[in-house]
């Protein structure tokens, strides 16, 4: 089940995002880190209504951010549709011992659904240029790799954009 998150869920969310940063880190993917996500992202995600978790056995195993808010760090990119009406995909998230059982595709799936449901014209979302699975995740997809954005907090090294036209 995919549910709206509480604030009671951020402490669950962090642990599983720490793991993933660990992870990521351990295999040379250095995307997520002491600064990134963090508490405050979070908090401020539930309080717009935009984060989700996905529960099995009522127990949460991942989470993602579905946004109307466009981060400034994107407005240099040329989208393939104009910036009025779409939504961005941040801080998908599942623990790395349950990664490769298809929650990520779930949770993708849920967000691509909710945009179509919603009438959105596009998804947009970025992920590291290291992450080569991400990408390949993304791309398998359809969505389309349109250029490049720094986060010099997370890493030296450019985030791709991607969007799909819905």
Known sequence: ????????????????????AA??????????NE???N?????NDV??????????????????????FMDKEYQPIKWLTKNKNNVYIHRLAV???????????LLMSFAENY????NYS??????????????????LRGYERLGDIYFPKQSEFPFHCYELIL
């Open 47 to 68: 309080e717009r209504n935009e984060l989700f978790v996905l529960e099995v056995d009522n127990e949460i195993m991942g989470c993602i951010v579905i946004s109307t």
């Open 115 to 118: 945009a179509i449901e919603n």
């Open 23 to 32: 992870y990521m880190i351990e295999h040379g993917i250095f995307q997520w």
């Open 122 to 139: 596009s998804i947009r979302l970025d992920t590291f240029s290291q992450n080569k699975r991400n990408q390949k995740f993304y791309e």
């Open 95 to 105: 623990h790395p011992k349950l990664q490769g059982k298809g929650y990520a595709q």
């Open 39 to 43: 508490r405050l992202a979070f908090e």
């Open 35 to 37: 600064h990134y996500p």
């Open 1 to 20: 089940m995919i549910r709206k998150a509480v604030k009671e869920d951020i402490d669950t969310i962090l642990n599983i995002t720490k793991a993933c």
